[in-house]
């Protein structure tokens, strides 16, 4: 779908740009994606600190690797969250909140001065005040609104500028109807993936020996933050699993995780000693710059998501991880959650096993690399699957709901 050139679209974002974490690439695609299907789009966040030398002066575009066809302005901002190291979260929390309610009214009434089409936000502050303003608003979430956002949530539902809530599973989709909105007001879209990224990737063994990886060893792969939300996401029982994976096909299976933090990395190697696995057969990596991504995940043979079972991981969550291994064909082996069913399929695109099992990801893991037909086959399905997947589709079906042909 292409939107008329005239449609103008105003991101607004409460976070910190360019970030380390998924949040800050999401957003930039999704404004990539709504440029891409022919809006106008600016993109609006606040100052923050960057505490990180190497984020210091550093242009989202240059960061994540996007192409600069939208505009990003920085607006002002009392940066309040460095109060966070000083002060417990019980007290930096209402205050961040307070914080956010008055820099959203800023922000809208800034935005409000383009006189866009179509104004977006993953913020329920700045949503409340958008729609407050009368200005035609999409709101994304990607957790479930805590008591203050419910209060706000719930002033402007019945407002006709707010003209759609996008989530990314239909478990966070039915938490919205039971808060009143109406059926027609929310759709699901899963995250997605920028296929140009994976196309023409070199094979295995060159990514392997353009990364310096053993060409000799089986590789099992994590991609992605290590922890989010102050919440493991399975790299403990990654650890454990391979207890059981001391040998594969003759030779010694390397656990390689990417993404950081490396302060996590101590537990984890503290964790391998007590139980005994030798710390060369595992590696940890900090954050790769994004148009790296695919050839990490092309060296693996085997791509892994072992989230452990939370609410949140189970019923609200769509890691952009998922979509990155569906379009690099590397087989994938990940923990049967409701949310990952939504995209995963066990035996026809992916290899399901229990969460929280450490001998169950060892045995998947096992499965998919002592059996290369059944992998290659999960892995070809999951590449025929991944086009629905996209950040420009994506965008195109918000843009189409909205604004029409």
């Not at 989530?167 to 140009?196: A, E, H, K, N, Y």
């Not at 950081?260 to 007590?274: Q, S």
């Not at 290899?351 to 070809?380: C, F, H, M, T, Y």
């Amino acid at each position: 779908m292409k939107v008329k050139k005239t449609a103008r679209l105003v991101y607004l974002a409460n976070v910190r740009l360019p970030t380390e974490k998924a949040h800050g690439y999401q957003i930039c695609k999704m404004c990539e994606a709504f440029a891409l299907n022919g809006a106008e789009v600016v993109l609006l966040h606040p100052y923050r600190h960057q505490a990180d030398p190497q984020l210091v002066g550093r242009t989202v575009f240059d960061y994540y690797g996007i192409k600069p066809i939208f505009q990003v302005q920085t607006l002002k901002n009392l940066d309040v969250v460095v109060l966070n190291r000083f002060i417990l979260d019980r007290i930096f929390t209402p205050i961040f909140f307070a914080h956010a309610l008055i820099w959203g009214y800023y922000a809208a009434s800034v935005a409000r001065q383009f006189r866009a089409d179509l104004y977006y936000t993953r913020d329920t502050t700045i949503a409340y005040w958008l729609v407050r303003m009368g200005l035609p608003t999409v709101y994304e979430a990607h957790v479930v609104p805590n008591r203050g956002q419910k209060l706000l949530l719930r002033k402007i539902k019945r407002q006709t500028s707010l003209r759609l809530i996008v989530v990314l599973t239909s478990f966070l989709r039915q938490r919205f109807l039971d808060m009143g909105f109406s059926s027609d007001q929310v759709i699901v879209l899963p995250d997605g993936v920028d296929l140009d990224l994976f196309e023409r990737l070199p094979s295995k063994e060159d990514c392997r020996r353009r990364l310096g990886l053993p060409l000799d060893r089986p590789i099992i792969g994590y991609i992605g933050r290590f922890r989010t939300l102050e919440m493991e996401k399975g790299i403990p029982e990654l650890v454990e699993a391979m207890k059981d994976l001391s040998s594969v096909n003759g030779a010694e299976p390397l656990l390689l995780c990417v993404g950081g933090p490396m302060d996590a990395v101590p537990a984890y190697l503290e964790l391998a000693r007590r139980i005994g696995i030798p710390q060369d057969r595992l590696r940890f990596v900090d954050r790769v710059p994004n148009t790296e991504v695919p050839y990490w995940i092309r060296a693996f043979d085997v791509a892994l998501a072992p989230f452990p079972r939370t609410d949140h991981y189970a019923y609200f969550m769509s890691p952009l991880k998922l979509f990155e291994y569906i379009a690099a064909g590397v087989p994938i082996l990940a923990t049967d959650l409701p949310s990952i069913r939504e995209v995963l399929r066990h035996g026809e695109n992916a290899w399901l096993v229990p969460p929280s099992d450490p001998k169950a990801l060892a045995e998947g893991i096992r499965n998919l690399l002592e059996n290369p037909d059944l992998a290659e086959r999960l892995a070809q399905q999951a590449r025929k699957d991944v086009r629905q997947y996209t950040w420009k589709r994506r965008a195109a079906v918000i843009l189409r709901h909205v604004l029409g042909n």
